[in-house]
């Protein structure tokens, strides 16, 4: 059925040109509603004014064997392992102890207060715990993990949009508050009597190769329609590309990063709009004691971090930038950095894509944990 693939088309291209649309008022749009959410409310809304069901389409098939996985290897092979030794290990020691604390919180929180409403009640009867993987991929890679985790941990579409509009809200919140945190960093180290401040060696982030887009393009359909013949495990197939992904990146000369990493955002908007296909905006709600739940594991997370840049007496600047590599991206990410300063933004751009790269491990360790101690 051709329907799907129209709306679907129609919806990545509006996106994309929007999100590129020097208008104040369209900007001002994306400040608050990103392109990954309007992708997926977009479909719905048109499924919702005219009355139909696509969520049985076939291109909900063809979606989960090409564009997640052109999504996940494109990420993936953006990665430069040999630019991580210029940040140093502490920084990243801390990046990835916000990163641990995301994806293990959740399930030491349902252990320890078991008995209580939200955790009996909402989380567990309700099933809002299928939301939180989504969460930890967003928080910690991003969209494409988000969308992988959504998919192997079967997230319901009520459940995963709710999730999105409150993930939105609170990395919005989130955002702001790092900027006011980064600039008071010099405070921080006072408090905390921290004394290593050293500035970073500088590092030169990889502008493109002589590889040619298309080339590249060829060479990751290629590998994903021999996987899909290859291997039936979705599990298997996302971690099989995932390491494939890093050795294009870090074993082939002048591999083009930059393409791979912009192929990879686009590819997020396709799977996006396909899945807005499959929901039912009347199905719609916005659970308080969840909301507040995320409140508290995201100050846990950056109270977490705090300790362990304390800790390692490394420079509590690195805080909120390994904060927003995690929770914000590589678009917010450099953007709080260059609130403190400028010569640290390609640092801050590299643990982001550290971040993207990681995001989908550690939301499948979420799962596994879930699925071994709590239900």
């Given at each position: 059925?051709?329907?799907p693939w129209?709306?679907?088309?129609?919806?990545v291209?509006a996106?994309?040109?929007?999100?590129r649309w020097?208008?104040?008022?369209?900007k001002s749009l994306?400040d608050w509603?990103?392109?990954?959410?309007l992708?997926?409310?977009i479909?719905?809304?048109?499924s919702?004014?005219?009355?139909v069901?696509y969520?049985q389409?076939?291109?909900h098939?063809?979606?989960?064997?090409?564009f997640?996985?052109?999504a996940?290897?494109?990420?993936?092979?953006?990665?430069?392992?040999g630019?991580?030794k210029?940040?140093?290990?502490?920084?990243?020691?801390?990046f990835l102890?916000?990163?641990?604390?995301?994806?293990?919180?959740?399930?030491?929180?349902m252990?320890?207060?078991?008995?209580?409403?939200?955790?009996s009640k909402t989380?567990?009867t309700?099933n809002y715990?299928?939301g939180?993987?989504?969460?930890?991929?967003?928080?910690?890679g991003g969209?494409?993990?988000q969308?992988?985790?959504?998919?192997l941990?079967e997230c319901?579409?009520?459940?995963?949009?709710?999730?999105l509009?409150?993930?939105?809200?609170?990395v919005?919140v989130?955002t702001?508050?790092?900027?006011q945190?980064i600039?008071?960093?010099?405070?921080l180290n006072?408090?905390?009597?921290?004394?290593?401040v050293a500035i970073?060696?500088?590092?030169?982030?990889?502008k493109g190769?002589k590889?040619?887009?298309?080339?590249?393009?060829?060479?990751?359909?290629?590998i994903v329609?021999?996987?899909?013949?290859?291997?039936?495990s979705?599990?298997?197939?996302?971690v099989?590309?995932s390491?494939?992904?890093?050795?294009l990146?870090?074993?082939?000369?002048?591999?083009n990063?930059?393409?791979?990493?912009?192929?990879?955002?686009i590819l997020?908007?396709v799977?996006?709009a396909?899945?807005?296909?499959?929901?039912?905006?009347?199905?719609l709600?916005?659970?308080l004691?969840?909301?507040g739940?995320l409140c508290?594991?995201?100050l846990g997370?950056?109270?977490f971090?705090?300790?362990?840049?304390?800790?390692?007496?490394?420079n509590?600047?690195?805080?909120?930038?390994?904060?927003?590599?995690?929770?914000?991206?590589?678009?917010?990410?450099?953007?709080?950095?260059?609130?403190?300063?400028?010569k640290?933004?390609?640092?801050?751009?590299?643990l982001a894509i550290?971040?993207?790269?990681?995001?989908t491990f550690w939301?499948?360790?979420?799962?596994?944990?879930?699925?071994a101690?709590?239900?």
């Amino acid at each position: 059925m051709w329907v799907p693939w129209v709306i679907s088309g129609f919806t990545v291209i509006a996106v994309y040109f929007l999100d590129r649309w020097e208008n104040r008022h369209i900007k001002s749009l994306f400040d608050w509603v990103p392109a990954i959410l309007l992708a997926y409310i977009i479909p719905a809304l048109i499924s919702y004014v005219f009355n139909v069901d696509y969520s049985q389409a076939e291109i909900h098939n063809f979606s989960r064997d090409y564009f997640i996985p052109l999504a996940i290897i494109a990420v993936m092979s953006s990665l430069s392992l040999g630019q991580l030794k210029s940040i140093g290990y502490k920084p990243i020691l801390v990046f990835l102890a916000g990163s641990f604390f995301i994806a293990v919180f959740p399930i030491v929180l349902m252990l320890l207060f078991s008995e209580s409403e939200l955790i009996s009640k909402t989380l567990v009867t309700e099933n809002y715990w299928m939301g939180i993987p989504p969460i930890v991929g967003s928080w910690i890679g991003g969209s494409t993990s988000q969308l992988v985790l959504k998919e192997l941990v079967e997230c319901p579409e009520n459940i995963f949009l709710t999730v999105l509009v409150m993930d939105n809200i609170l990395v919005n919140v989130w955002t702001i508050l790092m900027f006011q945190t980064i600039k008071k960093s010099e405070i921080l180290n006072k408090w905390f009597r921290v004394s290593d401040v050293a500035i970073p060696e500088d590092i030169r982030l990889e502008k493109g190769s002589k590889w040619n887009p298309w080339l590249c393009a060829l060479v990751l359909l290629i590998i994903v329609v021999f996987s899909n013949y290859l291997i039936d495990s979705f599990i298997v197939k996302v971690v099989l590309l995932s390491f494939v992904g890093l050795g294009l990146s870090n074993f082939i000369p002048k591999w083009n990063f930059g393409f791979a990493l912009k192929a990879g955002g686009i590819l997020i908007i396709v799977v996006m709009a396909v899945l807005g296909l499959k929901l039912q905006i009347a199905t719609l709600g916005f659970n308080l004691p969840f909301f507040g739940f995320l409140c508290v594991w995201l100050l846990g997370h950056f109270i977490f971090m705090v300790l362990v840049a304390k800790l390692l007496n490394v420079n509590m600047a690195w805080v909120p930038i390994a904060s927003m590599a995690n929770v914000g991206g590589i678009a917010t990410a450099p953007a709080v950095t260059a609130a403190y300063n400028l010569k640290w933004m390609p640092h801050a751009i590299v643990l982001a894509i550290l971040s993207m790269a990681t995001g989908t491990f550690w939301g499948m360790l979420t799962i596994w944990l879930f699925r071994a101690f709590v239900v």
